[in-house]
T-cell receptor, first 112, second 116 residues
Framework: GNSVTQMEGPVTLSEEAFLTINCTYT??????LFWYVQYPGEGLQLLLK?????DKGSNKGFEATYRKETTSFHLEKGSVQVSDSAVYFC???????????FGGGTRVLVKP | GAVVSQHPSRVICKSGTSVKIECRSL??????MFWYRQFPKKSLMLMAT?????????EQGVEKDKFLINHASLTLSTLTVTSAHPEDSSFYIC????????????FGPGTRLTVT
């Protein structure tokens, strides 16, 4: 079956530091890949997505590239802000349906 | 963006009682709604998928008689935890999608259930 593995947190950074959250997946076929963000007290929000190999999703300074050869979708941001403190979830949607499979989530804390 | 609400945000109930959680899409018609359960420091686990007007499809290992799902309209789905036990204590999250091949799911803020 499908599965998503992402690095465990928490990740603590200083403002303006570089952020990377690793995500790898196992799936049959060609899934779509997503990053969701959950700010404190709020629901999950779609941050970015990529639907085919070599696609790069980007939003709010975050980027992730769909790497089929390494089955990865690592999230990066060049300069984080305190407002980026949140829990980040990597997820995939199999080609056959509309169900999302989530990774365990990574809590990121950015300190001033 | 699309807004999904959940009510209540927190609920405490006694063991053996039932509790209902509502999920509403506020500004779009949700042809499909999803219910997830999130354990502390764990990922979201899909419990069931419901389409408006039809029976929910439950994931393997989820008791359909215990977790009753109703999706009676395009803006409302409910999850009823029947005969709740302490092990049912968890964070329940719903999401909704608008159909027509749209794959984006819009998530509610979640409901914290505590069974005493």
């Amino acid at each position: 079956g499908n599965s998503v593995t992402q690095m465990e947190g928490p990740v603590t950074l200083s403002e303006e530091a570089f952020l990377t959250i690793n995500c790898t997946y196992t799936a049959t076929g060609y899934p779509s890949l997503f990053w969701y963000v959950q700010y404190p007290g709020e629901g999950l929000q779609l941050l970015l997505k990529a639907t085919k190999a070599d696609d790069k999703g980007s939003n709010k300074g975050f980027e992730a590239t769909y790497r089929k050869e390494t089955t990865s979708f690592h999230l990066e941001k060049g300069s984080v802000q305190v407002s980026d403190s949140a829990v980040y979830f990597c997820a995939l949607m199999g080609a056959a349906g509309n169900k999302l499979t989530f990774g365990g989530g990574t809590r990121v804390l950015v300190k001033p | 963006g699309a807004v999904v609400s959940q009510h209540p945000s927190r609920v405490i109930c006694k063991s053996g009682t039932s509790v209902k959680i509502e999920c509403r899409s506020l500004d779009f018609q949700a042809t499909t709604m999803f219910w997830y359960r999130q354990f502390p420091k764990k990922s979201l686990m899909l419990m069931a998928t419901s389409n408006e007007g039809s029976k929910a499809t439950y994931e393997q290992g989820v008791e359909k008689d215990k977790f009753l799902i109703n999706h009676a309209s395009l803006t409302l789905s409910t999850l009823t935890v029947t005969s709740a036990h302490p092990e049912d204590s968890s964070f329940y999250i719903c999401s909704a999608s608008g159909g027509q091949g749209e794959d984006e799911q819009y998530f509610g803020p979640g409901t914290r259930l505590t069974v005493t």
